[in-house]
């Protein structure tokens, strides 16, 4: 009974699993880690949102099971979200799909349209449910850039060309976790006419689509017309509202793909309690102020991050979206190898960040920081890792300030 099962020994070990035991570990010992690793939300929901959560529950009749595609009132809402932000229409019956947080959507549209040997093509760097989810589904996984360059659309181009099966679906993830790099409404013009000329679904993951910066607006693929042909989009309620751990995303878009990722759900769940589903109403349909609010919160640590990590020595590009910033390794470290230089940093500087290899071979060199602590544990963040180079004898003076 020692074998390993089928699926289990397709995964390799979740290297971010390693930090976050190390951190673990350390903060039970009692030292203070300024986190900086998970993509974890510090702010409370909305007042109103938790008032209906603590209303709905009251309700004696609120505790049964709840519809596995989610309550109309949610799937009009978030309809109607599509409609304000992007001018996009939606049919809440037919085209939309609450699911348990954007995570637990894409792997179970994985289980719904793939076949074991199905070839995807998925980017490098990437979220790893972007990949994981195919792999545990059978599929196989080609690569393609995140960088939404030309060499992106020459990757395509040869998956198509080269690849046995032909891929069937590809996913795109914009703003980018971790790289947190945008698109525009022409990238996904292209992409829409690319996936019809070659038949390929394509699976939009928009987690980031209200943390954008320096008033760009991000687009949905959606936008594209013609583009609920070939696409369907996730988008998740844990980063605009901050509530992550209430599980709650949504996919839509193509009938057929909402229609199979409906049907997988109803054998697998029975949708999420009543309750957080009549809160996330509240969210979506009460006032927004909230979400503009934490924009500029985010904006104004990302400020304060590139800043004080420079004045530390360290270099690191400005994220035009998303909670998180893609650090290329310091010059000098760079021999490390990002799992290592992650495991350094925790234990010399006592900040914890996310080893960019764990997000794909081609994550390595770099280490994703989520802006997820004050602006005040920002700064002590970038005092402890001066303190860290110039232990390791890199010279910080250059750049001197605080």
Same mark, same amino acid.
């Given at each position: 009974?020692?074998?390993?099962?089928?699926?289990?020994?397709?995964?390799?070990?979740?290297?971010?699993?390693?930090?976050?035991?190390?951190?673990?570990?350390?903060?039970?010992?009692?030292?203070?880690?300024?986190?900086?690793?998970?993509?974890?939300?510090?702010?409370?929901?909305?007042?109103?949102?938790?008032?209906?959560?603590?209303?709905?529950?009251?309700?004696?009749?609120?505790?049964?099971?709840?519809?596995?595609?989610?309550?109309?009132?949610?799937?009009?809402?978030?309809?109607?979200?599509?409609?304000?932000?992007?001018?996009?229409?939606?049919?809440?019956?037919?085209?939309?799909?609450?699911?348990?947080?954007?995570?637990?959507? =894409?792997?179970?549209?994985?289980?719904?349209?793939?076949?074991?040997?199905?070839?995807?093509?998925?980017?490098?760097?990437?979220?790893?449910?972007?990949?994981?989810?195919?792999?545990?589904?059978?599929?196989?996984?080609?690569?393609?850039?995140?960088?939404?360059?030309?060499?992106?659309?020459?990757?395509?181009?040869?998956?198509?060309?080269?690849?046995?099966?032909?891929?069937?679906?590809?996913?795109?993830?914009?703003?980018?976790?971790?790289?947190?790099?945008?698109?525009?409404?022409?990238?996904?013009?292209?992409?829409?006419?690319?996936?019809?000329?070659?038949?390929?679904?394509?699976?939009?993951?928009?987690?980031?689509?209200?943390?954008?910066?320096?008033?760009?607006?991000?687009?949905?693929?959606?936008?594209?017309?013609?583009?609920?042909?070939?696409?369907?989009?996730?988008?998740?309620?844990?980063?605009?509202?901050?509530?992550?751990?209430?599980?709650?995303?949504?996919?839509?878009?193509?009938?057929?793909?909402?229609?199979?990722?409906?049907?997988?759900?109803?054998?697998?769940?029975?949708?999420?309690?009543?309750?957080?589903?009549?809160?996330?109403?509240?969210?979506?349909?009460?006032?927004?102020?909230?979400?503009?609010?934490?924009?500029?919160?985010?904006?104004?640590?990302?400020?304060?991050?590139?800043?004080?990590?420079?004045?530390?020595?360290?270099?690191?590009?400005?994220?035009?979206?998303?909670?998180?910033?893609?650090?290329?390794?310091?010059?000098?470290?760079?021999?490390?190898?990002?799992?290592?230089?992650?495991?350094?940093?925790?234990?010399?500087?006592?900040?914890?960040?996310?080893?960019?290899?764990?997000?794909?071979?081609?994550?390595?060199?770099?280490?994703?920081?989520?802006?997820?602590?004050?602006?005040?544990?920002?700064?002590?963040?970038?005092?402890?890792?001066?303190?860290? =180079?110039?232990?390791?004898?890199?010279?910080?003076?250059?750049?001197?300030?605080?």
């Amino acid at each position: 009974m020692s074998e390993e099962f089928y699926r289990i020994k397709r995964l390799p070990p979740y290297v971010i699993a390693e930090v976050n035991a190390m951190r673990a570990a350390a903060r039970a010992r009692g030292e203070d880690i300024i986190d900086l690793g998970m993509g974890n939300p510090d702010l409370p929901p909305p007042q109103h949102v938790i008032d209906k959560l603590c209303e709905v529950a009251r309700n004696p009749s609120a505790h049964g099971y709840s519809a596995s595609k989610g309550i109309p009132g949610l799937r009009k809402a978030q309809a109607n979200y599509y409609g304000r932000r992007f001018g996009v229409d939606l049919d809440p019956d037919s085209e939309v799909v609450v699911t348990l947080g954007s995570k637990e959507g =894409l792997a179970n549209l994985a289980q719904a349209i793939t076949a074991p040997g199905d070839v995807v093509l998925a980017p490098n760097p990437s979220y790893p449910i972007h990949t994981f989810g195919f792999i545990i589904a059978g599929a196989t996984i080609r690569s393609v850039p995140t960088t939404p360059d030309e060499r992106y659309w020459e990757a395509l181009d040869r998956a198509v060309k080269f690849t046995v099966p032909r891929p069937s679906v590809l996913v795109v993830g914009y703003p980018s976790n971790p790289t947190a790099e945008v698109v525009d409404l022409a990238f996904y013009e292209r992409l829409v006419a690319w996936a019809k000329e070659h038949n390929v679904w394509v699976l939009s993951d928009l987690a980031y689509s209200e943390l954008y910066y320096d008033g760009c607006p991000t687009p949905s693929i959606l936008q594209v017309p013609g583009a609920k042909d070939v696409a369907v989009e996730f988008t998740s309620m844990s980063k605009t509202y901050s509530m992550a751990g209430w599980r709650m995303g949504f996919a839509v878009g193509n009938k057929t793909l909402i229609a199979a990722l409906t049907r997988v759900k109803s054998y697998l769940d029975y949708g999420a309690f009543t309750p957080i589903q009549a809160a996330a109403v509240a969210a979506i349909n009460g006032p927004q102020d909230i979400v503009e609010k934490n924009r500029e919160l985010y904006k104004r640590r990302r400020d304060v991050m590139v800043e004080s990590f420079a004045r530390a020595g360290w270099d690191i590009p400005t994220p035009r979206a998303s909670m998180f910033a893609w650090a290329p390794l310091p010059p000098a470290l760079a021999h490390l190898g990002s799992l290592e230089f992650s495991k350094q940093l925790l234990t010399h500087a006592g900040v914890a960040v996310a080893a960019g290899v764990g997000y794909g071979e081609e994550g390595e060199g770099y280490v994703r920081i989520a802006m997820v602590e004050n602006e005040q544990r920002i700064r002590q963040a970038a005092r402890n890792v001066k303190r860290y =180079l110039q232990s390791m004898g890199v010279n910080t003076g250059a750049k001197a300030g605080g």
